[in-house]
T-cell receptor, first 110, second 114 residues
Framework: DAKTTQPNSMESNEEEPVHLPCNHSTISGTDYIHWYRQLPSQGPEYVIHGLTSNVNNRMASLAIAEDRKSSTLILHRATLRDAAVYYCILRSTGANNLFFGTGTRLTVIP | DAGVTQSPTHLIKTRGQQVTLRCSPKSGHDTVSWYQQALGQGPQFIFQYYEEEERQRGNFPDRFSGHQFPNYSSELNVNALLLGDSALYLC?????????????FGSGTRLTVV
């Protein structure tokens, strides 16, 4: 599986947008980009995923660069409950599992 | 609709002992994957079960074994426990098809080996 690179940590003020970057320069044309987050004392939870086009759901937006070598998870208005470790993961088409890196620890400042 | 249920939530074992962890998948899911998460690290893939067979395996020794039952629930067994096996063990369920929509995770079992 292709590797992703994320900053170890980021901070954001409450009620402001957050942009979490992910680099994946070795991504192949059939790799999906998945984002999960893990709140304290919980298992990871699905946030969003995409292939080529930008994606929106009730939790977040995923912006994918035109060359697909990077992507950004956007939280439109950070709340204290968004404080978590965010994982960016590549999954090959047809693969039925996910391999996690160390993620980005997001701290939300009141 | 119950999500993924894991038991027990916490466990303390002695080096050399054996442990069994249990997982009930989300309703409608047929595949169970197990992950080990050491403190400060991301989850590491142990193995995946579908149709009561181990389908994929990560880089874990044979001391780690599993089982899936006809009702899709699963067990993770670890023999000859080492101190380094202390971790959060996560179970994730999914549907085994080509249009993979992702996992639903349980809250995990915290195993401490002393």
């Amino acid at each position: 599986d292709a590797k992703t690179t994320q900053p170890n940590s980021m901070e954001s003020n409450e009620e402001e947008p957050v942009h979490l970057p992910c680099n994946h320069s070795t991504i192949s044309g059939t790799d999906y980009i998945h984002w999960y987050r893990q709140l304290p004392s919980q298992g990871p939870e699905y946030v969003i995923h995409g292939l080529t086009s930008n994606v929106n759901n009730r939790m977040a937006s995923l912006a994918i660069a035109e060359d697909r070598k990077s992507s950004t998870l956007i939280l439109h208005r950070a709340t204290l409950r968004d404080a978590a470790v965010y994982y960016c993961i590549l999954r090959s088409t047809g693969a039925n599992n996910l391999f996690f890196g160390t993620g980005t620890r997001l701290t939300v400042i009141p | 609709d119950a999500g993924v249920t894991q038991s027990p939530t916490h466990l303390i074992k002695t080096r050399g002992q054996q442990v069994t962890l249990r997982c009930s998948p989300k309703s409608g899911h047929d595949t169970v994957s197990w992950y080990q998460q050491a403190l400060g690290q991301g989850p590491q893939f142990i193995f995946q079960y579908y149709e009561e067979e181990e389908r994929q395996r990560g880089n874990f020794p044979d001391r780690f074994s599993g089982h899936q039952f006809p009702n899709y629930s699963s067990e993770l067994n670890v023999n000859a426990l080492l101190l380094g096996d202390s971790a959060l063990y996560l179970c994730a369920s999914s549907l085994f098809d080509r249009d993979f929509h992702g996992y639903t995770f349980g809250s995990g079992t915290r195993l401490t080996v002393v």
